[in-house]
């Protein structure tokens, strides 16, 4: 029972256009929702991050929407650039600071095409 | 600031026997977690230690076992392995337990099982 779904095991977005990754979960407790990226043969590297109680959050050329009542969010690349092309990860959790587990989706690769 | 690091990057190893990962996390950070990530998996959280303390643990069988030193390196131990157990093991560090204190992941131990 995977509570954290992300669709679309790949996407290919043209250079320099917007590349949107999606996420989507069942567990309506989560609050608390972080985007990772992850290049082949390294592990994966904090991208950006957003608390429920808000429904944008942005950072450069990344922004991370969130839909509660959908519960979706998405990740927007604006530009996108070749250094892009990675596997992307999003994961949620629910619980307080002291005890609390991240709950990943499978990923989505991203190709930059030039 | 030396990254997380993951020994060996690399290990094959037979059914039935037993094996150990180590990571060292990133100085200053008291957290480590470890993850297993298969193909066409998220990454499935297996524990995750504070100042020597198992926090938290995943939904994973007991051969599955970890500790954390005082000076926050960690070693992960699975016994008895099954060809399942074949997958990228992930250690990551944080600075604290906080929900919002980012994962630095290091770049993974490769285990394949035969």
């Known amino acids: 029972d995977q509570q954290v779904k992300q669709n679309s095991p790949s996407l290919s977005v043209q250079e320099g256009r917007i590349s949107i990754l999606n996420c989507d979960y069942t567990n309506s407790m989560f609050d608390y929702f972080l985007w990772y990226k992850k290049y082949p043969a390294e592990g994966p590297t904090f991208l950006i991050s957003?608390?429920?109680i808000k429904d944008k959050n942005e950072d450069g050329r990344f922004t991370v929407f969130l839909n509660k009542s959908a519960k979706h969010l998405s990740l927007h690349i604006v530009p996108s650039q070749p250094g892009d092309s990675a596997v992307y990860f999003c994961a949620a959790s629910e619980g307080t600071d002291s005890n609390y587990q991240l709950i990943w989706g499978a990923g989505t690769k991203l190709i930059i095409k030039p | 600031k030396a990254g997380v690091t993951q020994t060996p990057r690399y290990l094959i190893k037979t059914r039935g026997q037993q094996v150990t990962l180590s990571c060292s996390p990133i100085?200053?950070?008291?957290?480590v977690s470890w993850y297993q990530q298969t193909p066409g998996q998220g990454l499935q959280f297996l524990f995750e230690y504070f100042s020597e303390t198992q926090r938290n643990k995943g939904n994973f069988p007991g051969r599955f076992s970890g500790r954390q030193f005082s000076n926050s390196r960690s070693e992960m131990n699975v016994s008895t392995l099954e060809l399942g157990d074949s997958a990228l093991y992930l250690c990551?560090?944080?600075?604290?337990?906080?929900?919002?204190?980012?994962?630095?992941f290091g770049n993974g131990t490769r285990l394949t099982v035969t």
């Open positions: 957003i608390s429920s």
């Open positions: 100085s200053g950070h008291r957290s």
């Open positions: 990551a560090s944080s600075l604290d337990t906080r929900r919002n204190s980012p994962l630095h």
